[in-house]
């Protein structure tokens, strides 16, 4: 028999599994997926591309940044992918990227602003926010 203890205790996990499920989709990297980014881009939502890769400096720097970013209420409608730069040369190609620590943002179908190697937190911000 369940105990009205273990009953809260479920029901608290349960609760807090919904609540990462439903997290602002800044914070949640989506590895790059053609179909999810063509879908994203058809609805005309805001885009974050991140090109990384695990050994980068520049990109463990920037990391944190857009994850505070992702707490912002301001930012929880963008669709935020991470491209692994090393393991994905073709995607690469296809964004014209020629170095890992790139971020790209679209307004839907259209580039609006890219970087590549900025460590400021303002102007990694203002890059963001252009893709709303």
């Known amino acids: 028999m369940i ?12 609760a807090l599994v919904l609540s990462t499920a439903t997290a602002d989709a800044l914070t949640r990297r989506l590895p790059f997926d053609q179909k999810a ?21 520049v990109c463990k720097v920037q990391r944190p940044f857009l994850t505070t970013l992702g707490q912002n209420p ?5 669709a935020y992918f991470e491209i692994d ?3 994905h040369k073709d995607l690469a ?4 990227v020629h170095k890992q620590s790139t971020l790209i943002v679209f307004k839907g179908k259209n ?13 990694i911000e203002a890059l ?3 893709s709303l």
Request: charged share 30%; aromatic share 14%; with cysteine.
């Open 3 to 14: 105990t009205r203890r273990q009953l809260f205790a479920a029901l608290a996990l349960v």
């Open 37 to 57: 980014f063509a879908e994203a881009q058809a609805a005309g939502r805001p885009i974050l591309v991140e090109f990384y890769t695990t050994w980068c400096p």
């Open 74 to 78: 301001k930012y929880q409608k963008i």
């Open 85 to 87: 730069f090393d393991k």
């Open 93 to 96: 190609r296809e964004f014209r």
């Open 111 to 123: 580039e609006v602003a890219r970087s590549t190697g900025d460590t400021n937190k303002a102007s």
């Open 128 to 130: 963001v926010a252009k």
